[in-house]
């Protein structure tokens, strides 16, 4: 394929995720479902105006490891630091039963294995995708409601941080014990070294931009070597500690997090994620999704799929409210809330098929995920908070 090709389907690619977006928003469901379904659209298995091929498959990866970093630096992290206890025990269960949901699921349809087989780790990859949460939905609909500063409101939302945290460190994990020559505990022991690697540098680095941020105040040097921290901790996870890029990319936002000027990182750093790798990475999910596979078997999963994600979420992080002495409707309304999938399970279930632990044609079932718990969730919580004061 020639550079003038590769030109033509970025326009096509970048202007088809944009009105796909629109017309998201104009549906009221994340704007990634409607860059996802353009990708589906234009790809190989609908009118195939773009094929897959190298260099769009290297751009996606670049535009996951910016979603990644922008993430780690719109972390809030003294609020994270002040959750308590009760946030951290909901984020535990909201990664554990949809995680233990998702392997029984799997185990159900594709037959259950021993530890450590390659089919256990499929099967509990799927758990792995169910884990993530995604608040900004939730988030929108509680401000609309004047409920997001109550106490129901920002627990959801600090678990939802917290839960990403250690849903990452699931799929670090996860994804270690794919490679034949390693076992369990050197996986925890790699990814426990990347870690305080990262926490002892982090600290050294941290410093260092603190200085400069203090110095250049809104320069623009800033979010460039914010960049070029988050590509070297990106390699450096994924060479010298064999844990995924992303990883790596995301704890490099935790460590600028409480720079003054992280939110002038962010933006800056969101132009390009915006403009050009985003697009691409979320068409190239649709461009790789299979819809030729799609049979009854795999419309029963994906309804299974589905109905596990939803369930596994409310329960677990319901009933951890419920212990934590929330009242019954509020232990509801916080597992209800943290419901909602979007960019974070994409880009789990984007690094599980990279490293063959799902196929394409599954991708489906996480889209359809995303779309139903953004509709229903919003609609859910208007009815649980229905006839209740606005709390100041």
């Known amino acids: 394929m020639s550079k003038i090709d590769i030109f033509m389907q970025l326009a096509i690619i970048i202007m088809c995720a944009e009105l796909g977006a629109l017309l998201a928003g104009k549906l009221r469901v994340p704007r990634v479902a409607g860059q996802i379904v353009a990708g589906l659209l234009i790809g190989p298995s609908v009118f195939g105006l773009v094929a897959k091929n190298e260099f769009l498959d ?21 609020a994270l630091k002040k959750t308590g206890i009760k946030s951290f025990l909901l984020a535990c269960a909201g990664v554990a039963v949809p995680l233990l949901g998702g392997l029984l699921l799997n185990s159900c349809f594709y037959g259950f294995a021993g530890f450590g087989s390659d089919q256990f780790i499929r099967n509990l990859f799927i758990g792995v995708i169910l884990t993530a949460t995604s608040v900004s939905i939730t988030v929108q609909s509680l401000r609309e409601m004047g409920r997001l500063q109550g106490e129901v409101g920002t627990t959801i939302l600090n678990a939802a941080i917290i839960d990403d945290v250690i849903g990452i460190i699931v799929l670090t994990l996860v994804i270690g014990m794919k490679d034949p020559d390693t076992n369990s505990m050197k996986v925890i022991l790699s990814t426990a070294a990347f870690f305080a690697a990262a926490i002892i540098g982090g600290i050294i680095i941290y410093k260092i931009f603190k200085w400069l941020d203090t110095r250049y105040e809104h320069h623009r040097r800033i979010p460039i070597l914010g960049l070029c921290l988050c590509f070297a901790m990106a390699y450096i996870a994924e060479e010298f500690f064999g844990i995924a890029d992303i990883t790596g990319a995301y704890a490099a936002g935790i460590i600028l997090c409480s720079l003054r000027d992280s939110e002038y990182i962010a ?20 461009l790789k999704t ?29 009933l951890v409210a419920r212990l934590c002495h929330f009242k019954w409707k509020d232990s509801l309304k916080i597992g209800v809330g943290m419901m909602t999938r979007g960019e974070v399970a994409l880009i789990v279930a984007q690094k599980g098929m ?14 359809i995920l995303i779309i139903t718990s953004s509709v229903i969730t919003p609609i859910l919580l208007k009815l649980l908070y229905k006839g209740e004061p606005e709390e100041a």
Do not use: H, W
Not at 66 to 77: D, I, P, R
Not at 273 to 286: A, D, E, K, R, T
Not at 297 to 318: D, E, N, P, S
Not at 354 to 367: R, W
């Open 290 to 318: 299979d819809i030729s596979g799609f049979n009854s078997g795999i419309l029963l999963f994906t309804i299974g799929f589905v109905l596990v994600g939803l369930i596994t979420k409310i329960i677990g992080c319901g």
């Open 354 to 367: 990279s490293e063959g632990l799902v196929e394409s044609q599954y991708f489906a079932a996480v889209i």
């Open 58 to 78: 290297m751009m996606a990866e670049i535009g996951v490891v910016l979603l990644m970093f922008s993430a780690g630096v719109e972390t809030n992290l003294p």
């Open 267 to 286: 933006r800056r750093t969101d132009i390009s994620s915006y403009m050009v790798f985003g697009p691409v990475f979320f068409s190239s999910i649709g």
